[in-house]
């Protein structure tokens, strides 16, 4: 069975920190990542994409992968209280009709 | 700019009643997915149609029927409603026939209790 894995916190970094969020998965066949936040009560929404191996930056956000290691990572600089969300993990795997498995999510607390 | 829209946003229901989540994105999607979300449990893939005509069983499809009405409209049916099924039900899209590597957008769910 494909799985996601990751941390389900709380991970709580003061303000202005750098926070780093990990994600294991079980399948060498995947294609393509996602990190979704998602605020309580609301719906999922897309932060970063990720398909090759290395960085990729978009503002404070930064997203890591390492295919040969299977892990995915999220890094959010200057962590600001509005961050403060779970944020689920997702993976695109081969041959699966763009299906996505997730995440049980890691919940990020920002304090002052 | 309205992207993926659900109704409706919240139910309540007794045991053995039926009902039906309605899903209509505006993206000219192919691919439409359902999900239960429970504490603890994430995302968790009910149904989905990769394209116009076609669905097929997620990771858990028991209790549940959809319906590929269109293009646009992927709707989710509970024909007697358990307990069980209390959660909160998400719909999603994407356009896979751009390539493989397209996220899924989110509707803002369907908070459902079932009594």
């Known amino acids: 069975q494909k799985e996601v894995e990751q941390n389900s916190g709380p991970l709580s970094v003061p303000e202005g920190a750098i926070a780093s969020l990990n994600c294991t998965y079980s399948d060498r066949g995947s294609q393509s990542f996602f990190w979704y936040r998602q605020y309580s009560g609301k719906s999922p929404e897309l932060i970063m994409s990720i398909y090759s191996n290395g960085d990729k930056e978009d503002g404070r956000f930064t997203a890591q992968l390492n295919k040969a290691s299977q892990y995915v990572s999220l890094l959010i600089r200057d962590s600001q209280p509005s961050d403060s969300a779970t944020y689920l993990c997702a993976a695109r795997y081969t041959g699966t009709a763009s299906k996505l498995t997730f995440g049980t999510g890691t919940r990020l607390q920002v304090t002052l | 700019n309205a992207g993926v829209t659900q109704t409706p946003k919240f139910q309540v229901l007794k045991t053995g009643q039926s009902m039906t989540l309605q899903c209509a994105q505006d993206?000219?999607?192919?691919?439409m997915y359902w999900y239960r979300q429970d504490p603890g449990m994430g995302l968790r893939l009910i149904y989905y149609s990769a394209s116009e005509g076609t669905t097929d069983k997620g990771e858990v499809p028991n209790g549940y029927n959809v319906s590929r009405l269109n293009k646009r409209e992927f709707s989710l049916r509970l024909e007697s409603a358990a307990p069980s099924q209390t959660s909160v039900y998400f719909c999603?899209?994407?356009?896979?026939?751009?390539?493989?590597?397209?996220?899924?957008?989110f509707g803002d769910g369907t908070r459902l209790s079932i009594l």
């Open positions: 993206m000219n999607h192919n691919s």
């Open positions: 999603a899209s994407s356009d896979r026939l751009i390539g493989p590597n397209q996220p899924q957008h």
